[in-house]
T-cell receptor
Framework: GENVEQHPSTLSVQEGDSAVIKCTYSDSASNYFPWYKQELGKRPQLIIDIRSNVGEKKDQRIAVTLNKTAKHFSLHITETQPEDSAVYFC???????????FGAGTTVTVRA | EPEVTQTPSHQVTQMGQEVILRCVPISNHLYFYWYRQILGQKVEFLVSFYNNEISEKSEIFDDQFSVERPDGSNFTLKIRSTKLEDSAMYFCASQWVGNTEAFFGQGTRLTVV
């Protein structure tokens, strides 16, 4: 089955700086890659997603890049703010198999 | 905005007891899932449900687990005889179609004592 690896496990950045989280996946059939943000004790919420026919997608301060050949994808948060502090999960799912395989999560702390 | 709702928010049960976790997915969604998250760990897939049947299940989803969609709106997860290691946050999720946003419920925290 799909195996998603995520790094780093923790990330501390100064407010205003950028944060980058990287994920790799194992199944070349995976074609949908969402990123979820989870605040303490709350549900995961989608912040951005990308499909395998696209190399990059941006939504305001958040961008995701995908390298299908290398089977890795990354989340970029620019101009970080304290409210960006949360756990971020990458995930992957395939064409015939829609379940999400999650990475282990990255705890992002934005220092004011 | 429509959302997935789960009840109860917290359930404490004795080891060996049966529990039923309830979910109301978003009304026009077709794909339903249960995931679990042990404290401090990643979200793990348990089971997917489509067209009134299980479409896939993980190794975690053994004979002690079952799912039902009894009435076209509710989606339930039953654990027949709970074990200490079943203690986790259980999330229900639904999707309109595959490989689109999966909407998660707020979770049920299950504590087995």
């Amino acid at each position: 089955g799909e195996n998603v690896e995520q790094h780093p496990s923790t990330l501390s950045v100064q407010e205003g700086d950028s944060a980058v989280i990287k994920c790799t996946y194992s199944d070349s059939a995976s074609n949908y890659f969402p990123w979820y943000k989870q605040e303490l004790g709350k549900r995961p919420q989608l912040i951005i997603d990308i499909r395998s026919n696209v190399g990059e997608k941006k939504d305001q301060r958040i961008a995701v890049t995908l390298n299908k050949t290398a089977k890795h994808f990354s989340l970029h948060i620019t101009e970080t703010q304290p409210e960006d502090s949360a756990v971020y999960f990458c995930a992957a799912s395939g064409a015939n198999d829609y379940k999400l395989s999650f990475g282990a999560g990255t705890t992002v702390t934005v220092r004011a | 905005e429509p959302e997935v709702t789960q009840t109860p928010s917290h359930q404490v049960t004795q080891m060996g007891q049966e529990v039923i976790l309830r979910c109301v997915p978003i009304s026009n969604h077709l794909y339903f899932y249960w995931y679990r998250q042990i404290l401090g760990q990643k979200v793990e897939f348990l089971v997917s449900f489509y067209n009134n049947e299980i479409s896939e299940k993980s190794e975690i989803f053994d004979d002690q687990f079952s799912v039902e969609r009894p009435d076209g709106s509710n989606f339930t997860l039953k654990i027949r005889s709970t074990k200490l290691e079943d203690s986790a946050m259980y999330f229900c999720a639904s999707q309109w179609v595959g490989n689109t946003e999966a909407f998660f419920g707020q979770g049920t925290r299950l504590t087995v004592v």
